[in-house]
């Protein structure tokens, strides 16, 4: 079983290398879909193991053997690998609770501070235009969705150019890019390993948007400049929001704005494979994972004398 349980913390290591070549060579939504669905899938597969760990190193006490009702001692590996092995599973899941409240608190406040501003402003439609000379926009989830731009960032562009930032805003909420951001964000404080991915599945957001609203404007330049101008407008610029909210200056945005200009579909050839990794690695988490699971239940049944070994 440990053997077994050890996989999942070690999966997610190989995820920030596929992520990074499946957005290269992948369309923008399907790389955002593979990456956040591996990364969630790794986050809970490692969740697990952390927690399986720490029920067998506490079986192996008197004290919880007891309120187990274990009949004889739970059959394992050596205590000079089960306990150590608990005790660090113990710290991290506490380090992941920890993080992860605080952020999701974090997160929060700046969420309703963001809404009670643009609720204070008048809307016209989805647009909420903040009175601010500090060059900025992003696309505000909730009910109703608010694109968010403040009056510098409409100076800094002209009318056409406009029209492509708000494409690429309204394409953030219409996509729900807020939940693949937030899911993301979460499923980063389950495993070091997948803290980087929070930058490749920002990226993948920023993608999609510029694709679609590329197709809303009919303009693939226009919208390459729009992106270009607003992100050089906004450097240094703009208020601190939550990490799940999506703006149209953020990412890499040379990579970016180089993307918009190539031929859309022109680097796609190896995504199938990169898919299949992807999804091999996610399958091999979660079997391995139900699997030492299966089996630590089968050892506690004869444990307890329910069952044979």
């Known amino acids: 079983m440990t053997a077994l349980l050890i996989l999942p913390l070690l999966v997610p290591f190989l995820l920030p290398a596929l992520a990074g070549r499946a957005l290269d060579r992948m369309a923008p939504n399907v790389a955002l879909w593979g990456i956040t669905a591996s990364a969630v899938a790794l986050a809970g597969c490692s969740l697990t193991a952390l927690g399986a760990f720490v029920l067998t190193g506490l079986l192996r006490l008197p ?16 205590d000079h690998y089960v306990l150590p092995l608990a005790a660090l599973s113990v710290g991290g899941l506490a380090v992941c609770v920890w993080t992860g409240t605080r952020s999701v608190l974090r997160q ?17 439609g989805d647009l909420c235009v903040v009175d601010s000379p500090s060059p900025d926009a992003y696309a505000l989830p909730g009910r109703p969705h608010r694109i968010v731009v403040t009056t510098g960032m409409l100076r800094s562009l002209d009318g056409a150019e406009r029209e492509a930032l708000f494409a690429h805003e309204r394409a953030h909420n219409t996509g729900g890019h807020h939940f693949f951001l ?43 400049r729009a992106i270009a101008r607003a992100a050089l407008a906004g450097q240094g610029g703009g208020v601190e929001r939550p990490a799940f909210v999506a703006g149209a200056t953020s990412g890499p945005v040379p990579r970016r704005v180089q993307a918009l200009l ?39 049944e004869v444990a307890q004398g329910e069952a044979e070994r």
């Open 63 to 78: 004290f919880f053997a007891a309120l187990g009702e274990l009949a004889r001692p739970l059959h394992t590996a050596s």
């Open 108 to 124: 929060t406040r700046a969420f309703r501070a963001a809404r009670t501003e643009a609720g204070r402003r008048p809307a016209a």
């Open 182 to 224: 937030a899911a993301v964000e979460l499923a980063a404080h389950c495993h070091p390993a997948l803290r980087r991915i929070r930058g490749v599945v920002r990226l993948a957001v920023e993608r999609a948007a510029d694709e679609a609203a590329a197709s809303a404007v009919g303009d693939r330049r226009l919208t390459a």
């Open 262 to 300: 190539a031929a859309p579909g022109g680097r796609r050839r190896a995504g199938s494979g990169v898919a299949a990794l992807l999804a091999a690695c996610a399958a091999l988490s979660c079997v391995a994972s139900a699997t030492g699971m299966i089996d630590f239940h089968h050892q506690v």
